[in-house]
């Protein structure tokens, strides 16, 4: 889960939420078992594997036209929270779940979103936006009520590094040094406890420094020095052999969820809160493009670039094991998902990337909702 660290004592409500509509999706998707790849085909008209707007009901009177409906950046659908941003590179919840801030990959921007108001800038962050570089993901200080500091992953004309900035200041190094490449620079951020920051980076396009110990590159790293002290302890090492970074998310139970991208499969992968890693929890041969994560007990939601979709998997709440094949929400509605959070009531956000590889409508790129379907009826 990602979002704001007070939101903490609030998480179990979310769980549940999500959990419980994890089995309602479970019970309501159909999924083609005979298929050679686990990733699930669109899914049949009806089927509630899939969230779509809904339509507002008739009025019994007319009703004024919606504000601004000349607004270019104006958009009717109801799940929409921000609209009109250049392509993503991370979001996160503030604690009031009205709010985000959402990063924008090419400009740097920080961006504070909520529905019904513009974007305000919070913060930017000078990066190189070549390739696939850029301000890649955010997360938030433990201590983000008091201090207002960001810690991001961005790219630079040397490296890809993490840096920590407050508004209207400029960003001080945290750690300096990742390898950056032609492709594969991504990656994603998450505090695992207060005091700890960890980091998942991409191989930068060269597998065999994923699996060189010397090298920063293609690793989840636990970071503790968190100031720009000179000579920082070099960070400890949780996971290795990453391919292009995902994102990374924790659960309430203490485990560490990554998604990566691999010349051969897409992964889910996870590291138990005891450092302990057993094999993927799920894999997609057809590589639908992996990329934000947000977790509950009992649940992980995916988010799937290419394959235009939020995947839900069931989990087994002790080891992680999942229990059933993924289901989809909003496939092919808001094109191609990245970053993901998930809030206090259950509902998934998404940011979408429709600019950079896609086909962006109007109103792109957005930050929307994913309401997840209650009770036992399946969704409209």
């Known amino acids: 889960m990602k979002g704001e660290p007070g939101r903490t004592a609030r998480r179990g409500g979310a769980a549940a939420v999500f959990s419980i509509a994890v089995l309602v999706l479970a019970g309501c998707a159909r999924f083609d078992d005979s298929a050679s790849s686990p990733f699930t085909p669109e899914p049949t008209f009806g089927s509630g594997a899939e969230v ?22 104006f958009d009717r659908d109801p799940n929409v929270v921000a609209t009109c941003l250049d392509t993503t590179g991370g ?5 009031d779940d009205r709010t985000a801030l959402v990063a924008e990959r090419r400009t740097g921007r920080i961006l504070r979103v909520a529905q019904g108001t513009p974007p305000a800038e919070f913060a930017r962050i000078p990066v190189d936006s070549g390739s696939d570089g850029g301000l890649l993901d955010i997360a938030l200080s433990p201590t983000f009520a008091e201090d207002n500091l960001v810690y991001a992953y961005v790219t630079t004309p040397t490296d890809n590094r993490v840096v920590r900035i407050a508004p209207g200041d400029s960003p001080k190094d945290v750690l300096t040094g990742i390898p950056r490449g032609a492709a594969g620079n991504a990656g994603a951020l998450t505090f695992a406890r207060p005091g700890e920051l960890l980091v998942l980076t991409g191989d930068a396009g060269n597998t065999a420094a994923a699996a060189d110990p010397a090298s920063l590159a293609g690793k989840l790293l636990r970071v503790t020095s968190l100031t720009s002290a000179p000579n920082p302890p070099r960070p400890a090492v949780a996971l290795t052999g990453i391919g292009r970074a995902g994102d990374v998310c924790t659960d309430p139970n203490g485990a560490v969820w990554v998604t990566d991208r691999t010349a051969v499969e897409d992964r889910l992968q996870r590291v138990a809160a005891d450092g302990s890693v057993g094999e ?4 997609w041969p057809d590589k639908p493009g992996v990329a934000g994560c947000a977790a509950g007990p009992g649940a992980v939601a995916v988010a799937l670039t290419d394959g235009q979709a939020m995947a839900v998997l069931a989990t087994e709440r002790d080891t992680g094991a999942v229990t059933s094949a993924p289901a989809l929400l909003a496939q092919k509605l808001y094109g191609r998902l990245a970053g993901t959070a998930l809030g206090t009531d259950g509902q998934i956000w998404a940011a979408t990337v429709n600019k950079s590889g896609g086909s962006p409508g109007p109103t792109d790129d957005r930050v929307v909702k994913l309401p997840l379907p209650s009770g036992g009826g399946g969704v409209d």
């Open 52 to 73: 779509r707007p809904r339509e507002p009901s008739a009025p019994s009177s007319p009703m004024p036209e919606p504000s601004a409906p000349d607004d270019p950046c």
């Open 91 to 95: 979001m996160v919840l503030l604690s």
């Open 280 to 283: 993927p929890a799920w894999t």
